[in-house]
């Protein structure tokens, strides 16, 4: 079955406080995105491939659905960076978690104005959280109607991506929104869309709670092509306790997954869930 990249991370590497040199090239990428060699051995330093590297408003996207900003590239902590290479086909999360549990987390879906969404993925957004909620978990998730009440917001996003969200801060909270290409997702209101749709946000809301994908170490697993690996990067690849070491098929958070699939979560899913909230 051909695969297609859905699911992003929207890195944020900047959780430091990055002070960059008058260095020319640094120069450059801060005023005009385009694909240099030097964007190329920036990308290459964080530990991700740089094959089909894709300019966008503010960045680049990289491996399909890998958000770095202008400034994140340009930062000076890469010439230091060394990607981590530990694993085989575990689950993974980053070093930041969610805290102050037990916990609800709020979650608004945008479907009027700017940057909204169909009403009907709704639907989908349900089936995302109740599959959380069922797992009896010290997280709960809430779906809410005011932007101002939600701790995560789903809006709707542009480009060759498909979905892209990031990770929990360094104060504990979920990362604040999840980005989704409705144009190139599509719309319906079968049960088989909505349980692809809701797969997709569901992976989406694990990397807001800190889960990186079940591939990490190789995303050729579930995207094909050349091996991949993703990159420890500044956000941390730490093994949960409990997931195999050998490969997961059915993971809800395999970087990929073909049109129209669905993948609730597995017994290993669980394990990682429960060993984490």
Same mark, same amino acid.
């Given at each position: 079955?051909?695969?297609?990249?859905?699911?992003?991370?929207?890195?944020?590497?900047?959780?430091?406080?990055?002070?960059?040199?008058?260095?020319?090239?640094?120069?450059?990428?801060?005023?005009?995105?385009?694909?240099?060699?030097?964007?190329?051995?920036?990308?290459?330093?964080?530990?991700?491939?740089?094959?089909?590297i894709i300019a966008t408003e503010g960045g680049f996207i990289v491996e399909g659905d890998i958000f770095i900003s202008n400034e994140d590239i340009a930062a000076s902590w890469i010439?230091?960076?060394?990607?981590?290479?530990?694993?085989?086909?575990?689950?993974?999360?980053?070093?930041?978690?969610?805290?102050?549990?037990?916990?609800?987390?709020?979650?608004?879906?945008?479907?009027?104005?700017?940057?909204?969404?169909?009403?009907?993925?709704?639907?989908?957004?349900?089936?995302?959280?109740?599959?959380?909620?069922?797992?009896?978990?010290?997280?709960?998730?809430?779906?809410?109607?005011?932007?101002?009440?939600?701790?995560?917001?789903?809006?709707?996003?542009?480009?060759?991506?498909?979905?892209?969200?990031?990770?929990?801060?360094?104060?504990?909270?979920?990362?604040?929104?999840?980005?989704?290409?409705?144009?190139? @997702? #599509? $719309?319906?209101?079968?049960?088989? +869309? *909505?349980?692809?749709?809701? =797969?997709? /946000?569901?992976?989406?809301?694990?990397?807001?709670?800190g889960f990186r994908h079940t591939d990490y170490m190789d995303r050729s697993y579930s995207c094909g092509g050349a091996t991949a690996n993703e990159g420890a990067s500044t956000v941390g690849a730490i093994h949960i306790p409990g997931t195999p070491t050998t490969a997961d098929p059915n993971s809800w958070?395999?970087?990929? @997954? #073909? $049109?129209?699939?669905?993948?609730? +979560? *597995?017994?290993?899913?669980? =394990?990682? /869930?429960?060993?984490?909230?």
């Amino acid at each position: 079955m051909k695969s297609i990249l859905l699911f992003g991370i929207a890195l944020m590497l900047s959780v430091f406080v990055i002070s960059c040199s008058k260095n020319e090239p640094l120069e450059e990428v801060a005023a005009m995105p385009e694909v240099t060699e030097f964007v190329k051995s920036r990308v290459i330093s964080l530990g991700f491939s740089a094959e089909e590297i894709i300019a966008t408003e503010g960045g680049f996207i990289v491996e399909g659905d890998i958000f770095i900003s202008n400034e994140d590239i340009a930062a000076s902590w890469i010439e230091d960076l060394q990607t981590l290479q530990i694993g085989e086909n575990e689950q993974y999360n980053t070093t930041n978690l969610v805290t102050g549990l037990p916990r609800n987390i709020t979650v608004f879906l945008k479907t009027s104005g700017s940057r909204s969404l169909p009403a009907s993925y709704g639907a989908a957004l349900d089936i995302a959280l109740a599959r959380y909620n069922a797992e009896n978990l010290r997280v709960t998730f809430t779906r809410v109607y005011s932007a101002s009440a939600g701790n995560i917001d789903i809006t709707r996003a542009s480009g060759s991506y498909l979905a892209s969200a990031g990770f929990p801060t360094s104060s504990g909270n979920p990362y604040g929104s999840v980005e989704v290409n409705s144009s190139a @997702i #599509g $719309t319906g209101t079968s049960s088989t +869309f *909505n349980n692809y749709l809701a =797969t997709i /946000l569901a992976h989406e809301i694990g990397h807001c709670i800190g889960f990186r994908h079940t591939d990490y170490m190789d995303r050729s697993y579930s995207c094909g092509g050349a091996t991949a690996n993703e990159g420890a990067s500044t956000v941390g690849a730490i093994h949960i306790p409990g997931t195999p070491t050998t490969a997961d098929p059915n993971s809800w958070m395999l970087a990929c @997954i #073909g $049109t129209n699939g669905n993948r609730p +979560f *597995n017994a290993n899913d669980r =394990t990682a /869930l429960s060993y984490l909230y």
